[in-house]
Nanobody, 126 residues
Framework: QLQLVESGGGLVQPGGSLRLSCVASGFTLDHYAIGWFRQAPGKEREGVSCISPRGGSANYADSVKGRFTISRDNAKNTVYLQMNSLKPEDTAVYYC???????????????????WGQGTQVTVSS
């Protein structure tokens, strides 16, 4: 059974850091683009970042550029999202998602992704 499991969320003060992990089971991530998405209460799900299968390409939403870094370790079947300088507006449920792709590319459109995790809550508050 193909499964993605996120972890690493929690409560952090503004300016703090968190590292989210997304672990895949039931399949290997070698040929999958991975995206991180988030959804705040009352808002639509939005793309945060994505990374191509071999890690050669990564994209970020303007709101997180310079603060978040996506990376992957295919040997561990895991993708990470390092979040620094967190702001209250980063508060949301964060999801990882996977889609098989032919090239070393990725995209930030939620509809393009096939497999989704259950999400992990990130709360930034003093």
């Amino acid at each position: 059974q193909l499964q993605l499991v996120e972890s690493g969320g929690g409560l952090v003060q503004p300016g703090g850091s968190l590292r989210l992990s997304c672990v895949a089971s039931g399949f290997t991530l070698d040929h999958y683009a991975i995206g991180w998405f988030r959804q705040a209460p009352g808002k639509e799900r939005e793309g945060v970042s994505c990374i191509s299968p071999r890690g050669g390409s990564a994209n970020y939403a303007d709101s997180v550029k310079g603060r978040f870094t996506i990376s992957r370790d295919n040997a561990k079947n895991t993708v990470y999202l390092q979040m620094n300088s967190l702001k209250p507006e980063d508060t949301a449920v964060y999801y990882c998602a996977a889609v098989p792709v032919l090239g070393d590319v990725c995209g930030e459109t939620p509809r393009a992704y096939r497999y989704w995790g259950q999400g992990t809550q990130v709360t930034v508050s003093s």
